[in-house]
């Protein structure tokens, strides 16, 4: 099992960045991607989840309307794009496959440093 992100990212205040993590080793479908940030010196904070196999997604409720989750079955790839970018949005973003019905993460991507800065 392998989850790949997408590289390093800076972006200013106000733009979007759209973060890539491409699964291989399983069948894509078959588990949840859950995506995970963590800012420094913070712990780690789940965003929500998305299901590859009809879309079906659930956001925390401090993200909802500004992040949106998508996973396309073609290229066995997620993605999660945050909108209205400030400077607490800096922090390394993970994709983890979790399984079905969601209970732990067992597989992590490496991570994927976005900086918001002017």
């Known amino acids: 099992v392998q989850l790949v992100q997408s590289g390093a990212e800076l972006r200013n205040p106000g733009a979007s960045v759209k973060v890539s993590c491409k699964a291989s080793g399983y069948t894509f479908t078959s588990y949840y991607i859950d995506w995970v940030r963590q800012a420094p010196g913070q712990g780690l904070e789940w965003m929500g989840r998305?299901?590859?196999?009809?879309?079906?997604?659930k956001y925390a409720q401090k993200f909802q309307g500004r992040v949106t989750f998508t996973a396309d079955t073609s290229t066995s790839t997620a993605y999660v794009e945050l909108s209205s970018l400030r400077s607490e949005d800096t922090a390394v973003y993970y994709c983890a496959r979790n399984v079905k019905p969601p209970s732990y993460l067992d597989s992590w991507g490496q991570g994927t440093q976005v900086t918001v800065s002017s």
């Open positions: 998305i299901d590859p196999e009809d879309g079906g997604t």
